[in-house]
């Protein structure tokens, strides 16, 4: 069960309070779990008129005498009153919240053997935690905040542990006994080539060891990005750019590896947000871009064990599960705050020789820019840490180029630009 925000975290907030998160309005709700944010619209059906006894104005249990069945009713003393007022209704709460939100985001527990293999950990099944939103909390919840006008809950989340039976003595001996923590993300709507290399990208790591200790690489672990390590080309952010290149699409994979790391609490060394705002990615603020060797991603497992990697697919999400051993770290990630909202830029064309005279081919999608902050609250030994995570988005225009013969003049605006910075810019998006 994770806690809620403490009133210090609101306290630490409240210079940010005008950045709030997208998407809440007078007429909605937003419920918070991890990275996970739901916002759900206030339906007419959650009230109902009800009736209530009144004395002098002000609500009052119904007198013992106006409670007894008979065919006479005695006259109201001075004072008392019968009024309809409208109220909350709970049932009708309760339905949306298991249709919108527990229909998608409940599952059980799984249930896995984990044996030992040639260099790595082989597994049989998927040990993925179960989750339950606590519907009759969450309905609480919701009651009270519309009542005090708030915005903004952190869902109630009941959480299990799945079935792990752990046949290699070493593995044992390592501390690795529980899951530890889940990294997750959503990659529907990719193409067959983003597909097939997320599923590449994500093998490299099932079965991986982080000793305690370790200061991991994601990108050493990766190895090479190429069509002999069995990746295809797909877009990705080469500078001002989006271009096929071998690999595109392994920032998923970097993105859920990251998140669940993030969210327990371990120490991240290096991560670096992508130059734009991808869909994949939402919300934003928690995307991790790699692009060996210059954008990696780095961790330090201060868990008191190893830890034991398993990943795999399933509806469309990626994940990275992550065994060991917990500690008495509590962690909580809040956000996102966004600001800074600015336009996509007018739209850019560029000739080119690159492509064959007379065709176009876009290489840059229309996007706006922002900003977004996420704070990451960590209790670990009855010592609280703040911190936080900041990430800017540029506004991006909608880039074609045009196919033109050799000995035409070039007509390009950053062409030159857009080159030198292609290394530090790039991303496997």
Same mark, same amino acid.
């Given at each position: 069960?994770?806690? #809620?925000?403490?009133?210090?975290? *609101? ?5 940010? =309070? ?27 059906? +959650?009230?109902?008129?009800?009736? !209530? ?12 005498? *106006? %409670? ?19 109220? +909350? ?9 298991? %249709? ?13 053997? &984990? ?8 597994? /049989? ?5 179960? %989750?339950?939103?606590?519907? /009759?909390?969450?309905?609480? =919840?919701? !009651? ?13 989340? &009941?959480?299990?542990?799945?079935? &792990? ?39 490299? *790591? ?11 690489? *994601? ?16 877009? !990705?952010?080469?500078? /001002?750019?989006?271009?096929? /290149? ?14 669940? =790391? ?54 469309? #999400? ?20 966004? +600001? ?34 996420? +704070? ?52 496997? %998006?």
């Amino acid at each position: 069960m994770r806690r #809620h925000l403490p009133f210090f975290g *609101f306290v630490s907030l409240l210079a940010f =309070l005008w950045l709030l998160p997208a998407g809440v309005s007078a007429a909605s709700l937003t419920y918070r779990y991890q990275h996970h944010l739901f916002t759900i619209a206030v339906g007419k059906e +959650w009230q109902e008129m009800k009736e !209530v006894w009144m004395y002098e104005g002000q609500p009052v249990k119904v007198p013992a005498e *106006f %409670r007894v069945d008979g065919d006479r009713v005695p006259a109201l003393p001075a004072g008392f009153e019968r009024a309809q007022v409208l109220s +909350w209704n709970s049932d009708a709460i309760r339905a949306t919240l298991k %249709r919108q939100i527990a229909a998608v985001f409940d599952r059980p527990a799984g249930s896995v053997t &984990i044996r030992s293999g040639t260099g790595s950990a082989r597994f /049989e099944g998927v040990g993925m935690p179960g %989750r339950r939103v606590d519907l /009759e909390r969450a309905v609480t =919840l919701t !009651v009270n905040a519309l009542e005090a006008g708030i915005a903004d809950i952190t869902l109630p989340v &009941i959480e299990t542990q799945p079935q &792990i039976s752990i046949e290699d003595p070493t593995l044992i001996a390592q501390g690795i006994r529980e899951v530890v923590s889940v990294g997750e993300s959503d990659f529907s709507g990719s193409t067959g080539a983003r597909r097939h290399n997320i599923e590449v990208g994500l093998e490299k *790591f099932n079965g991986v060891i982080v000793p305690q200790g370790a200061d991991f690489s *994601f990108d050493q672990t990766l190895g090479p990005v190429n069509a002999t390590t069995g990746y295809y080309k797909e877009l !990705v952010i080469m500078g /001002e750019k989006t271009l096929p /290149e071998y690999g595109g699409g392994l920032c998923q994979v970097g993105t859920t590896f990251y998140r669940g =790391l993030w969210e327990y609490g371990f120490p991240i060394l290096e991560r670096r947000n992508h130059s734009y705002a991808v869909h994949y990615y939402s919300p934003q603020g928690t995307d991790a871009t790699i692009y060996p060797p210059n954008t990696d991603i780095r961790f330090l497992n201060d868990s008191p064990g190893s830890l034991l990697i398993q990943t795999y697919t399933e509806n469309n #999400h990626a994940y990275f599960i992550y065994y060991g051993t917990r500690d008495d770290r509590v962690s909580e990630v809040i956000g996102p705050y966004t +600001w800074g909202y600015s336009a996509p830029p007018p739209d850019k064309i560029e000739y080119t020789t690159e492509i064959p005279a007379g065709t176009t081919r876009k290489v840059g999608e229309r996007v706006p820019g922002l900003k977004a902050l996420w +704070w990451r609250l960590i209790n670990r030994g009855g010592i609280e840490k703040e911190e936080s995570v900041y990430s800017v988005y540029e506004a991006r225009p909608r880039y074609d180029q045009i196919g033109i013969e050799a000995t035409a003049p070039l007509l390009t605006t950053s062409s030159s630009s857009a080159s030198a910075a292609s290394v530090s810019s790039a991303a496997r %998006r």
